[in-house]
């Protein structure tokens, strides 16, 4: 791995060095080829890396793939990285999101207390939060050119064919934990969920740098 030129907090290195990219298949990591060429691409021409997960409600699976690919980024130096997400409607960063990423450590402050919260998202102590709340992937708040669109859910990327302003599509889709919701296994789905989407990014981050 590079050498980390932004420490993320103690507990959340601890979750990165303890992903297995081995565990990936070679299915898989094909799927996550675009993204590594993308983002490996922007780095040779030292170019801005605008990143959008898109899911239709955006609540679960977009903001965990934004919070991780963004810390992951910070975490193993690559620069000018700006991670965001949206869906094909706006809705809320579901509750369990927010505890399973307290759980792998990170600082998580509510600023707007409504029916679309707005938190404060922090993976180490002098970087800028994270925003994190429900908005359409077109909103204003995030980038409107020269990015790329992840597709996140399968029913976004159906329901999604062409992205404005994105400079490529790609999709890598993931099983919604919301399947779980309200179950005894609902906080260890989260979880798998969360940590398959970090080790998959930290194989996307770790590819792209390679010299």
């Avoid at 869906?87 to 809320?92: C, I, L, N, V, Y």
């Avoid at 859910?153 to 064919?161: E, F, I, T, W, Y």
Wanted: proline share 5%; hydrophobic share 40%; charged share 20%.
């Amino acid at each position: 791995m590079k050498t980390v030129t932004m420490p993320v907090y103690t507990a959340i290195e601890s979750v990165i060095e303890g992903l297995n990219i081995e565990t990936i298949t070679q299915e898989r990591k094909e799927t996550l080829q675009p993204l590594i060429d993308f983002i490996r691409e922007k780095v040779a021409n030292k170019e801005e890396i605008r990143l959008n997960f898109i899911c239709t409600h955006n609540s679960r699976r977009s903001h965990l793939s934004q919070i991780w690919a963004q810390t992951i980024a910070a975490y193993l130096g690559v620069r000018e990285v700006f991670c965001y997400s949206g869906g094909t409607e706006a809705t809320a960063m579901y509750p369990m999101v927010v505890e399973t990423l307290k759980k792998s450590g990170f600082l998580i402050t509510t600023i707007a207390a409504s029916t679309n919260p707005i938190y404060a998202i922090k993976y180490t102590e002098n970087a800028h939060p994270i925003i994190g709340f429900s908005k359409e992937y077109g909103a204003t708040f995030n980038p409107q050119s020269a990015f790329a669109a992840i597709m996140t859910c399968s029913q976004a990327d159906g329901g999604c064919p062409f992205i404005a302003g994105a400079e490529k599509r790609i999709p890598i889709t993931y099983e919604d934990p919301k399947a779980f919701d309200g179950t005894p296994e609902q906080a260890d789905k989260y979880e798998e969920r969360s940590l398959q989407i970090a080790t998959e990014l930290l194989y996307v981050f770790t590819k792209a740098i390679e010299s």
